[in-house]
């Protein structure tokens, strides 16, 4: 008994590390094909899936906050055979991730969900399940291309298909609201933006990395972004089109462990009100 158990977890395993292409089901929704990150646990069909270029996704971490993640994305769901449990499906979820070299960043057993959070360098993966089914989400984490062009064209784009967008090289004085002179073309190139864009109004939000007091963050973060709002207020941008806000180190875009990440997480939104 113990072998055969041993024998079907091993047949099990090898299917959720087989390539996406070599899985499909008649009952799969059209135009839905497997994660190539995961495949599917056998006798699963998918019901929904999205595919995005570029997406965010929160990721459950153990004990800590959870992580903000952008990049492409994907969401699949699965309904499975009745006798499918969600414990079986989480526990070879974990199994294969740690075959794939994944770090089990997240695992949780409770009394009608379990779940797993798996990162692997810049790809996570989110997996839910409830009863007969599970939810799969993955994100690549990538920068978007605005931030390459660091531009008024190129926010401008990211904003009317978002709604938002992340402005880097808006530099201030270490532990202070003072807007270094470096920064003064990208702030020339958000003003030009809301020239252009006569009817836009913004809710401006700053950023820190997590060094330091939380609270000292939050209200570094709140008067950057007053320091950026009065800027362009100066230039002649109405004060009723910009709303200043901080969210301290409480929304990183990367992790807060190497310098390039905390580069990251030091920035401007400019979040689009309607």
Same mark, same amino acid.
């Given at each position: ?15 959720? @590390? ?20 995961? +495949? ?7 019901? +929904?899936?999205?595919? @995005? ?10 004990? #800590? ?32 991730? #740690? ?26 993966? *989110? ?27 190129? *926010? ?8 938002? %967008? ?16 470096? +920064? ?15 009817? *836009? ?9 997590? %060094? ?14 007053? @320091?950026? %709002?009065? *800027? ?31 580069? #990251? ?10």
């Amino acid at each position: 008994m113990v072998r055969g158990m041993k024998n079907a977890t091993a047949v099990i395993l090898l299917l959720l @590390s087989l390539p996406a292409f070599a899985q499909s089901d008649p009952k799969d929704r059209k135009g839905c094909v497997d994660s190539k990150v995961l +495949s599917r646990m056998p006798g699963c069909y998918i019901y +929904s899936c999205r595919v @995005s270029d570029y997406d965010v996704g929160q990721f459950r971490l153990q004990g #800590k906050p959870d992580q903000k993640v952008e990049g492409a994305g994907e969401v699949i769901d699965y309904n499975c055979a009745p006798q499918t449990s969600r414990i079986e499906i989480i526990r070879n979820v974990e199994q294969a991730l #740690k075959a794939a070299g994944f770090t089990i960043r997240f695992q949780q057993d409770a009394a009608n969900t379990a779940a797993v959070t798996g990162q692997k360098g810049p790809q996570w993966i *989110w997996v839910q399940s409830r009863n007969a089914s599970y939810h799969l989400q993955t994100i690549r984490a990538k920068e978007l291309d605005q931030q390459m062009e660091a531009n008024a064209d190129g *926010w401008a784009k990211q904003i009317e298909e978002t709604g938002r %967008v992340s402005i880097y090289g808006i530099n201030f004085d270490t532990g202070k609201a003072t807007i270094r002179p470096d +920064s003064e073309k990208t702030l020339t190139e958000v003003l030009g933006m809301l020239q252009k864009n006569p009817t *836009w109004r913004f809710a401006v939000v700053g950023h820190t990395d997590n %060094v330091g007091a939380k609270a000292m963050n939050l209200t570094l973060s709140q008067q950057r972004a007053q @320091s950026v %709002v009065g *800027w362009l207020t100066t230039h002649g941008i109405p004060a009723d089109r910009l709303m200043a806000g901080g969210f301290g180190d409480l929304a990183p875009v990367a992790e807060n462990t190497t310098e390039e990440g905390k580069a #990251k997480n030091r920035r401007v939104d400019l979040i689009k009100l309607y």
